[in-house]
T-cell receptor
Framework: GDSVTQMEGPVTLSEEAFLTINCTYT??????LFWYVQYPGEGLQLLLK?????DKGSNKGFEATYRKETTSFHLEKGSVQVSDSAVYFC????????FGKGTRLHILP | EAGVTQFPSHSVIEKGQTVTLRCDPI?????LYWYRRVMGKEIKFLLH????????ESGMPNNRFLAERTGGTYSTLKVQPAELEDSGVYFC??????????????FGPGTRLTVT
């Protein structure tokens, strides 16, 4: 069945560092891809999405490009802030949403 | 506009007891979903309501879990009797579109269930 694999955490970076969180997927069709974020004490929020190959989703300085050839949707940000500390979930939508395990990100001031 | 709310935020019960989780979706949202994240694992889909009808309950783990959405507003998820492996965070989400699954789902903060 469909699945999502993302890098294990926690990831700890200093403020202003470059961030990459890897995500790959397995799907029989052509799913839409998402990154969700959960800040401490809050619910899951949709961070960005891409619905077809080569689409780039972006929001709050984060970007991810739908790469069909490598079945990947890596999350990147050029300069992280302490406020980016959260758990990030990669997900796909085929007939239902399938999530990865989540990656906890700690940003040190 | 109020978001999706869930109650309680945290519940600690003993094995064999019953627990009922509640989800209040965003007003007017026909679609309501339940998900669960067991410690260290993926968030997994449990079921999907469209109004008061169960559209898809393929993710429900076993018959100890019962979800209802009487009147098509709030939903409850009852676990009876609870087992240790039921511990985890239970998320609820809602979306406004009728019919098929929409990716624009709005999530609640989750209920952390601990079974001892």
């Amino acid at each position: 069945g469909d699945s999502v694999t993302q890098m294990e955490g926690p990831v700890t970076l200093s403020e202003e560092a470059f961030l990459t969180i890897n995500c790959t997927y397995t799907a029989t069709g052509y799913p839409s891809l998402f990154w969700y974020v959960q800040y401490p004490g809050e619910g899951l929020q949709l961070l960005l999405k891409a619905t077809k190959a080569d689409d780039k989703g972006s929001n709050k300085g984060f970007e991810a490009t739908y790469r069909k050839e490598t079945t990947s949707f890596h999350l990147e940000k050029g300069s992280v802030q302490v406020s980016d500390s959260a758990v990030y979930f990669c997900a796909l939508l085929d007939d239902k949403i399938i999530f990865g395990k989540g990656t906890r990100l700690h940003i040190l001031p | 506009e109020a978001g999706v709310t869930q109650f309680p935020s945290h519940s600690v019960i003993e094995k064999g007891q019953t627990v009922t989780l509640r989800c209040d979706p965003i007003s007017g949202h026909d679609n309501l979903y339940w998900y669960r994240r067991v410690m260290g694992k993926e968030i997994k889909f449990l079921l999907h309501f469209v109004k008061e009808s169960k559209q898809d309950e393929s993710g429900m783990p076993n018959n100890r879990f019962l979800a209802e959405r009487t009147g098509g507003t709030y939903s409850t998820l009852k676990v009876q009797p609870a087992e240790l492996e039921d511990s985890g965070v239970y998320f609820c989400a809602s979306s406004p579109n009728q019919g098929s699954l929409s990716y624009e789902q709005y999530f609640g903060p989750g209920t952390r269930l601990t079974v001892t």
